[in-house]
């Protein structure tokens, strides 16, 4: 039914189709930003429109970024020998929010996942056994404790033994199923603190 006009609806329809964004939300959303002033609205979608048109995959770690190249790869004081495989640029965000880890990152973008038809070849795998040709001394999985955070971890892990580099496993001080960027720093820098060897 159309409560509101066409325009207002659409951009109803637009927010409600965004992540965790429910339709009453949408609607709060929607008359939110038709009351504010014009440059403000003007602001938004301009960064809106900026954040997507400059929006890339770093060269190097596969996180999103304006660059070619992240801040933290760029980073010549971070230790770029040890690398931290983690789900999506959001769980790298959690482990920069620590401030305890000072290696670089590869962010896959998903995990394996049989059941949805997600395959090793549908992440960035490929990219991180690349940047295995160069030194690295250790690579940290960081997974979700998720059946298929623990599936992508097995599997990483016995592509890049037989190359002699160490892989280890992030502590189960991360709870079974949790998402990484909910958990507290002091959680996710013990989990990394305790990290075995798989
Ligand atoms: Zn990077």
Redesign the pocket.
Known sequence: MEFYSGDINKLIDELAALPGIGSKSAQRMAFYIVNLPQDRVKRLSDAIWTAKQNARY??????L?DRD??????NTKRDHKTIMVVETPRDMIAYEKTGRYEG??H?LHGAISPMNGIGPSDIRLKELIERLHEDVDEVIIATNSSLEGEATAMYISKLIKPAGIKVSRIASGVPVGGDLEYIDEVTLFRALEGRVEM
Request: proline residues 6%; positive net charge; glycine residues 0%.
């Open positions: 770093c060269k190097c770690c596969c996180t970024t190249i992240c801040p933290v790869c760029a670089v990152y962010v």
